[in-house]
């Protein structure tokens, strides 16, 4: 059963950083591309980030782009997403996320605007930002 659960939430001052872990288990790690989607309390699912599997290219969408990066590391079966500058609009539950495939410039917009487009998704992480 495929599986990820993400780590590292919890209450963070404004202005500091985050650095979530979402570990991998029951499918080939090595052959998805990753994603980490957050959501507010009233709001939609929010893409931040993807990295695709095999050339590990990473995208973000623009309203975060400079404050996330995303990495993996195939030989843990783990993937990290590190936010830094936040403010409380920040605060979220925020989920890792996994489809099969390679994702290209082409296909990623699609996929960090779209929850559905994802095969797996984790059980989410609270992160809260406090003022």
């Known amino acids: 059963e495929a599986q990820l659960v993400e780590s590292g939430g919890g209450l963070v001052q404004a202005g500091g950083s985050l650095r979530l872990s979402c570990a991998a288990s029951g499918f080939p790690f090595d052959d998805y591309s990753l994603g980490w989607f957050r959501q507010a309390p009233g709001k939609e699912r929010e893409g931040l980030s993807v990295i695709s599997a095999g050339d590990p290219n990473t995208y973000y969408p623009e309203s975060v782009k400079g404050r996330c990066t995303i990495s993996r590391d195939n030989a843990k079966n783990t993937a990290y997403l590190q936010m830094d500058n936040l403010t409380p609009e920040d605060t979220a539950v925020y989920y890792c996320?996994?489809?099969?495939?390679?994702?290209?410039?082409?296909?990623?917009?699609?996929?960090?605007?779209?929850?559905?487009?994802?095969?797996?998704w984790g059980q989410g992480t609270q992160v809260t930002v406090s003022s």
């Open positions: 996320v996994a489809v099969i495939g390679e994702i290209s410039p082409r296909t990623a917009t699609y996929y960090y605007t779209s929850p559905r487009g994802w095969d797996f």
